[in-house]
């Protein structure tokens, strides 16, 4: 009998129910993270690149 109370006492716990609402907004939140990455990433290595191709092409004058 005491099996099926402490069956009865697990199944009514509740205190493990706020871990895994932390741990499931913690994952959406890493998830989001990514995307986010993964969708501004390309246009950051354009923008780097175009400001190498102007950085590359200009002269600095020398003054004396």
Known sequence: MK???TAKNFKNDE???VTVDWVVLTAAIVG???AVLA???TG???L???ID???SGQGVAATF
């Open 3 to 5: 099996l099926f109370k």
């Open 15 to 17: 205190s493990g129910a």
């Open 32 to 34: 989001l993270g990514i």
């Open 39 to 41: 969708a501004v990433s």
């Open 44 to 46: 950051v290595e354009n």
């Open 48 to 50: 780097s690149n175009d």
């Open 53 to 55: 191709t102007q950085l």
